[in-house]
């Protein structure tokens, strides 16, 4: 069972607006390469995102499955991934100051995942887990950034991603 943390410089609101974005699933999950809403309403228990791997010229396509929503602090996904089956893996928000603490948990549940895991799988597994909370990093404090940088024409202290309206 891989286990990864990372401190991001970003509200605990402001990291689950881009994990609650169906849309943005493909930004920060590592290895995809496009996704989108394919039924129910993300990040919604049962809702699914379908999403693309390239592997040179082949494109494969899969589904990820929410299996577990609590709106604001978890999410637990079922990712399918073809011959490779299926893996858990489970997303947990802890407020920490001004900041979010991410804690990301994945276990193969099916599949040749499940029966060929072992030291060096999981060994993998870790460093996309910590590719994969860089980029989310990187998107939810960009998004901080920005939203703290003066825009010619909007008002400040409103829609900002610390919790204003858009406007």
Not at 29 to 43: E, F, H, K, L, N
Not at 88 to 110: F, I, K, N, S
């Amino acid at each position: 069972m891989a286990v990864r943390h990372r401190l991001i410089k970003a509200s605990p609101d402001t990291v689950w607006a881009v994990l609650a974005d169906g849309t943005r699933y493909a930004d920060w999950v590592v290895g995809t390469s496009a996704s989108r809403p394919v039924r129910g309403s993300w990040p919604g228990t049962g809702a699914a995102i379908r999403y693309q791997v390239r592997l040179g010229p082949m494109r494969l396509t899969n589904e990820t499955i929410v299996r577990r929503c609590v709106n604001g602090s978890a999410l637990e996904l079922e990712v399918q991934a073809g011959a490779l089956g299926t893996a858990r893996v489970a997303l947990e928000l802890r407020p920490w100051g001004e900041h979010c603490l991410v804690l990301v948990d994945e276990h193969p549940l099916q599949g040749a995942g499940g029966l060929l895991h072992n030291a060096g799988v999981e060994m993998l597994i870790q460093l996309r887990h910590r590719a994969m909370l860089a980029r989310l990093a990187r998107l939810c404090e960009d998004r901080t950034d920005s939203a703290d940088t003066p825009v010619p024409g909007r008002p400040t202290g409103a829609g900002t991603a610390k919790g204003g309206a858009r406007g």
